[in-house]
């Protein structure tokens, strides 16, 4: 090998030496030989594409024609050379690849997932009409991470953020660490629920989870602190559990797909413009005739100060939580013939956590798992000096989007119900108290991602009924997936498409575990 690059290296030698004596064209007798007319072509390519892989660094008028310093990788260093900051606000843009409506814990994930994958070729726009997130769900998350759902995907997207998450650091850095806190979490059962709840522990320990079933006087001997009145089993959660600040990811997706050049807008996405194409056609849609297919085009964005822009884009992805239902029907889903009729099921739900204090001697160490109760009411240990935090997600009919404490519901409601379970906490002091909102997927309390089976252009990522900031990661990659390869890779959540709404195939999720 080395005897034929030494051949290869003095035939190349050669020629440029005949072409140079025979004069510019390289018209010598040397030059002719087919041999080293082929080799000297083939050197000329390499150097083009040695000049393509590693370029010039541009030379200043100071350093003079002869300096040729060579700037190794800088065409595929992806660390951010040409980072913004991301702490300067964005140019609006009037046009884009793929614009993402909400700024939350899934629509950020997207554009971290998105601009991963494609830095440079893809321009994503994500649009988030509260970036304070005063609101938000992310904001008023327990942080939940625990793969004790009743679906594989679910599971498996679980399981999915806990790889992902013990490997922070290579992802994100140590800028705004995620303070995972690995004790696992404890969902307990009566007797009407225990079978399920075993049933459930076994498929996730098949996926890769690890989990014990814990009876009632086991309960009891491991946690002193728990009152096993009315429970006959209880699941704990061994590895991969646990609860992360959720604020943290959010920022940590915020700051990474900004610094790789996505674009955050601060406004309101109140309608669409729409364009007929008559080279599309949807099949299976009676109300849809051909060639009168009518699709999204632009997305009418009402910007902080009140001004109002469009913003043209090839692909749109709904994934606005709380608000998904509205910008949907702003879609004319809900509201259109055919496929067009089935809405996007998503309601808004309102959540209130409560910070408490005590200094009882018998009060759940720093070990305690998040517990959750058969009610519903959680609460897990938070730092040091006997803080907690607890909340229960409110009942169906507490249906606003009015973020006010209500004074009575803790005495009402949270204290009873921890005052039985641990009676440690009976006497608790309340020393906070906050409210939040949270989208309800009021079909089957499930997530919806993946296309919509009417636009081609469109894709949802939404409903997850108050576990989406577990499920963030995975979902983000699971669209990002779609968008630029056409199909699930990391999980198949095919299952949890719109085209169940269409068909009625209800993917039930029975514990719907809170994060």
Same mark, same amino acid.
């Given at each position: 090998m080395l005897r034929y690059r030494h051949a290869v290296r003095l035939l190349q030698h050669r020629s440029y030496s005949a072409g140079a004596a025979g004069g510019s064209g390289g018209t010598g007798d040397e030059d002719k030989h087919p041999i080293r007319r082929t080799f000297r072509l083939l050197g000329n390519d390499m150097r083009?594409?040695?000049?393509?892989f590693v370029p010039k660094d541009p030379v200043s008028e100071d350093q003079g024609e002869s300096r040729e310093h060579i700037l190794t990788q800088s065409k595929f260093k992806f660390e951010g050379e040409r980072k913004r900051d991301p702490t300067l606000p964005d140019e609006f843009q009037t046009h884009c690849d793929v614009l993402v409506i909400g700024g939350g814990g899934i629509g950020s994930s997207i554009a971290y997932w998105l601009k991963e994958k494609a830095r440079d070729g893809l321009n994503v726009v994500v649009v988030e009409k509260d970036d304070t997130y005063a609101k938000a769900a992310s904001r008023f998350s327990v942080g939940g991470l625990c793969q004790q759902f009743s679906l594989p995907e679910n599971i498996q997207m679980s399981l999915f953020a806990a790889d992902f998450l013990r490997n922070a650091r290579e992802h994100f850095g140590n800028e705004v660490p995620l303070q995972f806190t690995p004790h696992g979490h404890l969902l307990l059962a009566g007797e009407e629920q225990a079978e399920s709840l075993m049933r459930s522990s076994e498929l996730q320990n098949e996926l890769g989870a690890r989990n014990e079933l814990?009876? !009632?006087d086991r309960l009891a001997a491991r946690f002193p602190w728990l009152n096993t009145k009315g429970i006959a089993v209880g699941c704990h959660g061994l590895e991969k559990e646990g609860w992360f600040n959720s604020l943290a990811l959010l920022s940590n997706f915020r700051r990474s797909a900004s610094g790789n050049g996505a674009h955050f807008i601060s406004g309101e996405v109140v309608d669409f413009n729409f364009h007929s194409q008559t080279d599309i056609s949807v099949v299976g849609d009676a109300g849809s005739d051909e060639g009168n297919y009518t699709g999204l085009d632009k997305a009418v964005i009402q910007l902080s100060d009140g001004t109002r822009s469009t913003c043209k884009f090839a692909l749109c992805v709904i994934a606005a939580g709380a608000s998904s239902g509205q910008v949907a029907r702003l !879609?004319?889903?809900g509201e259109g013939p055919g496929m067009l009729q089935v809405p996007l099921p998503i309601d808004v739900r309102k959540r209130y956590l409560y910070a408490i204090n005590t200094q009882a001697a018998n009060a759940p160490g720093m070990a305690m798992p998040l517990t959750i109760? @058969?009610?519903?009411?959680f609460i897990r240990r938070d730092g040091l000096g006997g803080n907690y935090i607890c909340g229960h997600n409110l009942p169906e009919e507490a249906v606003s989007d009015n973020v006010t404490v209500d004074p009575q519901h803790f005495e009402k409601h949270i204290r009873p119900t921890l005052a039985t379970r641990v009676p440690s906490l009976a006497d608790a002091k309340l020393i906070d108290s906050c409210a939040g909102l949270y989208e309800q997927n009021v079909y089957d309390e499930n997530g919806i991602v993946g296309p919509h089976p009417y636009y081609h252009n469109l894709y949802v990522a939404t409903g997850f009924s108050g576990h989406g900031i577990q499920q963030s990661l995975a979902v983000g990659r699971a669209i990002s997936e779609l968008i630029m390869d056409g199909q699930f890779r990391t999980i198949d959540l095919s299952r949890l498409s719109f085209d169940r709404l269409i068909v009625d195939q @209800?993917?039930?999720?029975?514990?719907?575990?809170?994060s």
């Open positions: 083009k594409i040695k000049e393509f814990l009876t !009632a !879609a004319r889903i109760d @058969p009610s519903g009411t @209800p993917m039930y999720e029975l514990n719907n575990v809170l």
